[in-house]
């Protein structure tokens, strides 16, 4: 008997095939790839933690500055794993034609952009698990509520997953990506409150960090670190589920107008 939920106009093949597709892919360059999955934020997560730790000491809420950047680094990381799949890596797979070739198999543009955020959250799983793991390790994730940090990396595989497609579907060039990461990830890492509480920024800058997606992600991941979750953080959810729900969409229309022509 099967028991499986239809799921109507969505062909749950085609997505999880994408999916493996990129899988496969990943396990041949494993060796390569896990420097940037795990290795580079680890250092990351080190010298911020045993360096800039000691000399801030303690944050004003009594928790130390290792334990409060520690789920800030960990999802920003996801940030850039979710970001960089669906933008980089579907722009190279728009210019060799990877996607026009799938479109000539039962497999719709929505399930494209299924497939490739379902493997963006994939990659920001990896990060963040293998990441908050050597935290761990070191103490600075030491509640067991912590687990639930898989849940802002799943919201931010999607979020900026589908982000991602916003750019990779218009860049006329790979020069063009660069500047997302110059432009809309980097300055979202360094003011989503990461590194320094979002209230000691000026005034007028608050509002406009508070509006990036990523500080909504970040304030959910510090909820479940140091066990301090309230009403804020489902409101924090919640913006995020609405803003990922007008994103999706446009990617479709962006990257269904980039390939079918």
Known sequence: MNLAIPTP????RSVTGLWLRHAVSFVRYWKFVITWVLIEPVIML?????G???????MDSGVSYAEFVTPG??????????????????YSRIDNDVYETALTTPITITEITMGDILWAVTRSIMTVTGTA?????FGWLDNWEA???????IMVGVTFGAMGFLFSAVAPHTTFLTLVFTLVATPMFFFSGSFFPISILPDWVEPIAWAMPLTSAVHIGRGFALAELNITHLWAALYLIALTAVIWPIAIYLLRRRLIK
Do not use: Y
């Not at 106009?9 to 749950?12: D, H, L, N, S, V």
């Not at 080190?46 to 045993?50: P, S, Y």
């Not at 680094?73 to 579907?90: K, P, Q, R, Y």
């Not at 793991?133 to 390790?137: E, H, M, S, T």
């Open 46 to 50: 080190m010298a911020i933690g045993f």
């Open 9 to 12: 106009g969505i062909r749950r």
């Open 147 to 153: 687990i639930g940090i898989i849940i802002p990396a």
């Open 133 to 137: 793991i050597v935290a761990a390790l």
């Open 52 to 58: 800039v730790g000691r000399l801030v000491g303690s």
């Open 73 to 90: 680094l960990i999802v920003g990381n996801a940030m850039f794993h979710a970001l960089f799949e669906t933008s980089w890596n579907a």
